[in-house]
């Protein structure tokens, strides 16, 4: 993913999507009522292999300049589903905000993948 910085006559900065699949599953463990990030398929395969995958359950999707970022969550029984997962996309949303001072964000997918009893 490509981020122009504020003075384009410096240069442009890159970040990696790796950053951002970590700075979202802190923001997504740090929200009220998330119990766990879901495991996916290829977070479990890196894990199998030997090295630690830290940004397990959220998947990043950039094309053309188009960011999506999907989260894999686990919740607590007994909560607000709905405002949750409000919460979730907003945490999301200013933590990358915040740690990189940007907002390119397009898309955020909350996909709850079981509720904890």
Do not use: C, F, P, W
């Not at 989260?71 to 200013?94: F, M, P, R, T, W």
Request: proline fraction near 0%; glycine fraction near 8%; avoid cysteine.
């Amino acid at each position: 993913m490509e981020v122009l910085g504020h003075d384009e006559s410096i240069g442009k900065i890159k970040i990696s999507t790796e950053v951002l699949e970590v700075i979202s599953s802190i923001a997504v463990l740090e929200t009220k009522g998330v119990s766990s990030l879901q495991n996916n398929l290829a977070s479990g395969t890196i894990e199998k292999i030997g090295k630690k995958y830290r940004g397990k359950g959220i998947r990043v999707d950039e094309s053309n300049g188009y960011l999506k970022i999907s989260a894999y969550v686990n919740l607590s029984d007994g909560k607000n589903v709905h405002k949750i997962a409000e919460n979730i996309q907003e945490n999301i949303k200013q933590s990358i905000s915040t740690m990189l001072d940007i907002n390119v964000i397009d898309e955020i997918n909350v996909h709850i993948v079981n509720i904890a009893k």
